[in-house]
């Protein structure tokens, strides 16, 4: 159920992710283009890297990253390439800057927030007096430990 | 016939659940015992009658009825039996009732074995289950009802999606489900709570199992898609932080917080409320599962309900069980008085700095999730979030979940000190850091990631090894606490099969990223590829006709040196009904490392397409969910539940059995 997304991507063509024709004879150039397009998007996939993908439209993107690399671009003038031509969604890895900002940082600050009301809560408890058992009727603390002690 | 009786005990268990909601409810405020007592056959009754339903359905799929349309549409007559049977759930409308059917499961669970439930509460929690079902059956029979039938039938169906038509795959929902729905029953006792007004340690003793049984199935569930995934997709990932699957693992990491938080409310009567806001909270997220994956708002192409009107159906209820509960809680939660006292250096505040992580990630994980869409609705901005931004911003939280993990498993309750601990905890981080150095040494790469990975494996296994070992007592010979061991409770077992499971999964899934390596080429017959010491020759490729597909196999000989280690056999299938092809990798699994082999296309100039790739430790990373789903039965099994459940049948107690 959870795949049915990646199923789709191979509905599309029955091609599997890198071929043999499209790798360069290079291995450092060879390793450098798969590290870039392990962080670009497959377009007509969710969330699956042009890497793994095995849509047309993905090896289209695999040779020209291979194409720019030969053409002697550095990586990220690769990535810039790529992302003047199809956007900012083909980027796995969504840029810092702008709204994303919060996506970013919502983690740290939601563990800061999270942290200072623990520390809050757990200096509290540690000062506070322990409640007396005047809070269950005398049944319910014999029904109580019943049930704890069987 | 059976067919229309499976409708019919559908509409039943509609109204069933339609009383069971109200009358109860009514009784427990009225104290009126008649009424209270309504909802355990009501309940039962709701479940008999959705098994009914579900088992007529799957009558029509595994007798080929293609005048229902859900049949035609997912079902073949030349499908293997099995994969009838798994069809069943293969599509939106089945999976929809095999979610209702374990939520009245659950409710009639409650009704079976919880006879020491005070009879208001038992009613309360019935009465919202039942609520809880009344919102999925209205949901099923209006927008999505599987017994729906063809004027004019077909002679043949259309066949289930053949990626599905997999073992891994046809068990994966059910055990996902059972966790997702498992959390309805954690809702429904948070909220009879509410209502009661008061949260007790007998409360916390009583909710723990679902969320054990949940979080277990969950476990399950998540490993045997990742499993699958591993081997049927064809390169060899394992986890693609797609937001279906983190539809599944954010109930997950919040079921694993609950189930922490719910022993302190247990054993120790503090961090009620929190306890109950995360069982809200972790039902809201199952929903927000069900609604990211039948919805198609997070996943514009997908095969199931591509219906908004689903859809919105879906998020009406997420909406109305979240923002019910949460005012319930805003209300009420005031009420529930901490008594327990603990110091800062404790087991308690330990678990709050687990609740905290796990909290944490789950938001990351939320966050990442939909991030995509509210750029585009409020920034206009079309982007993505994929792996390589929850590798940077998730991981961070399980190291450190990880490094802490062992040190706040042993500090005692209430107050502690953490020199003791450290101290008994020293053989573990020495064998933990040599093993980390080990693995910097003889990787070939500078990267962290493996070596950190072992690190807390060694740290996390000899923690717990540890913890077992210092319970068993400070004085005897070796064979006295030997014995001791074996009679601690089968809880403290739990916990360190679990968390030792933990840390075999973060070893296998470091060591994945960080060291698999891969071979693509072209291979002709006869041709040999070396990869990590290993030898993988193409022996032979032949055409073989499957039940319902054609196959493309590869016949490939394993060797290291001189000596053949196996043979694999990777297929690319042909499903012509369905019109799709699927690839079968081959794979010889290995305690230390699997190589995995795909076939692909013949290529122009003779000879086949051929991937090979080196998997260090990958099968740790589905045997460190198997631990993790074995030390959650181990603590559901826990003498303290097993007797809580039938109270008044046990007979008097003789002294603690050997476990």
Redesign the interface.
């Known amino acids: 159920?959870?795949?049915?997304?990646?199923?789709?991507c191979?509905?599309a063509a029955?091609?599997?992710?890198?071929?043999?024709?499209e790798?360069l004879d290079d291995p450092a150039l060879e390793a450098r283009a798969r590290e870039i397009s392990?962080?670009l998007?497959c377009l007509?996939c969710?969330?699956?890297?042009i890497d793994?993908s095995n849509a047309e439209l993905a090896r289209d993107l695999r040779l020209l990253v291979r194409d720019r690399l030969t053409k002697g671009d550095t990586d990220s003038e690769v990535v810039s390439f790529i992302v003047d031509r199809y956007?900012?969604?083909?980027?796995?890895?969504?840029q810092m800057g702008?709204?994303?900002a919060v996506?970013?940082l919502?983690?740290p600050a939601?563990?800061l927030l999270?942290?200072g009301i623990?520390v809050l809560?757990?200096?509290r408890?540690?000062r506070?007096?322990?409640?007396g058992p005047g809070?269950?009727t005398e049944t319910e603390e014999a029904r109580?430990r019943?049930?704890?002690d069987? | 016939m059976i067919t229309e009786l499976g409708h019919f005990a559908l509409i039943l268990a509609f109204c069933v659940a339609c009383v069971q909601a109200v009358l109860p409810l009514i009784g427990a405020h009225k104290r009126w015992p008649g009424w209270m007592a309504v909802a355990a056959p009501a309940a039962t009754a709701q479940f008999l009658l959705t098994a009914a339903s579900f088992a007529a359905l799957t009558w029509a799929f595994v007798t080929s009825d293609f005048s229902l349309r859900l049949v035609t549409l997912n079902s073949h007559s030349a499908k293997p039996l099995l994969y009838k049977i798994t069809g069943v759930w293969g599509n939106h409308e089945g999976s929809m009732l095999l979610w209702i059917l374990i939520v009245t499961l659950f409710g009639a669970c409650v009704a079976w074995f919880g006879t020491n439930l005070p009879p208001s509460l038992k009613a309360r929690v019935l009465a919202v289950q039942a609520m809880i079902g009344v919102a999925f059956l209205a949901f099923l029979i209006f927008t999505s009802n599987p017994f729906l039938r063809l004027v004019v039938p077909p002679f043949d169906g259309q066949d289930l999606n053949p990626l599905l038509q997999d073992p891994g795959l046809a068990f994966h929902p059910p055990f996902l489900y059972l966790g997702y729905v498992g959390l309805s029953m954690t809702y429904s006792f948070a909220i009879a709570a509410l209502i009661e007004g008061r949260v007790d340690a007998a409360w916390g003793r009583w909710v723990r199992p679902y969320t054990l049984a949940a979080w277990i199935f969950l476990t399950i569930g998540i490993a045997l898609g990742s499993w699958w995934a591993y081997y049927e997709l064809g390169w060899g990932g394992f986890w693609f932080w797609d937001p279906v699957e983190n539809a599944s693992f954010m109930p997950w990491l919040i079921a694993a917080a609950l189930l922490h938080s719910a022993i302190v409310v247990e054993k120790r009567e503090s961090l009620k409320s929190w306890t109950i806001l995360l069982a809200i909270i972790a039902f809201g997220f199952s929903m927000i599962g069900a609604f990211i994956t039948r919805s198609g708002v997070l996943t514009s192409v997908h095969a199931f309900a591509n219906d908004p009107e689903r859809g919105m159906f879906l998020l009406a209820i997420t909406a109305l069980f979240m923002m019910g509960g949460l005012t319930m809680f805003a209300a009420r939660a005031s009420a529930m008085q901490a008594k327990g006292v603990f110091a800062v250096k404790s087991r308690e505040s330990m678990l709050v700095l687990n609740n905290l992580l796990l909290g944490v990630a789950c938001f990351i994980v939320f966050v990442g999730t939909i991030w995509p869409l509210v750029s585009e609705l409020f920034f206009d901005r079309k982007l993505s979030v994929g792996a390589p931004f929850f590798n940077l911003a998730f991981t961070p939280f399980m190291v450190l979940l990880g490094l802490v993990l062992p040190v706040g498993a042993m500090l005692p309750w209430k107050r502690g000190s953490f020199g003791r601990i450290l101290r008994a905890l020293a053989p573990a981080f020495v064998l933990a850091i040599a093993a980390g150095l080990l693995a910097f040494a003889m990787q070939t790469g500078r990267s962290a990631l493996g070596p950190m990975g072992l690190f807390l494996a060694a740290w996390l296994v000899g923690g717990s090894v540890t913890d077992l070992w210092t319970r068993t007592g400070r004085t005897g010979d070796i064979r006295d606490r030997l014995r001791r061991l074996t009679r601690l409770p089968r809880a403290d077992w739990g916990k360190a099969v679990a968390h030792g499971g933990l840390g075999i999964t973060m070893a296998g899934v470091a060591a994945m990223n960080a060291w698999a390596t891969e071979d693509i080429r072209v291979a002709q017959v006869g041709d040999s590829i070396d990869l990590a010491g290993y030898t993988v020759t193409l022996d032979d490729v032949r055409r073989v006709q499957g039940p319902n597909y054609i196959s493309t196999t590869g016949d490939f000989t394993l060797s290291r040196g001189d000596d053949v280690i196996g043979v694999l056999h990777p297929e690319k299938r042909f499903y012509p009904v369905a019109q799709m092809p699927t690839t079968e990798a081959g794979i010889d699994n290995g305690f230390l490392r699997d190589i995995y082999v795909v076939i692909g296309d013949p290529q122009d100039g003779g000879g086949w397409a051929v991937r090979t790739y080196h998997k260090p430790l990958a099968n740790w990373i589905w045997g460190g969910a198997i631990l993790m789903a074995l030390g959650g039965m181990l603590s559901l099994s826990d003498r303290r539940y097993r007797v809580a459940a039938g109270a008044r049948k046990v007979a008097p107690v003789q002294g603690v059995p050997a476990e």
Request: glycine share 8%; charged share 20%; hydrophobic share 50%.
């Open positions: 159920m959870r795949r049915l997304i990646l199923l789709l191979l509905i029955p091609v599997l992710a890198v071929q043999p024709d790798m392990s962080g998007r007509v969710r969330n699956e890297s793994d956007g900012e969604y083909v980027l796995l890895k969504p702008g709204s994303n996506l970013w919502a983690g939601m563990l999270g942290a623990a809560y757990i200096r408890r540690a506070a007096e322990p409640a809070a269950l109580l019943q049930i704890m069987e």
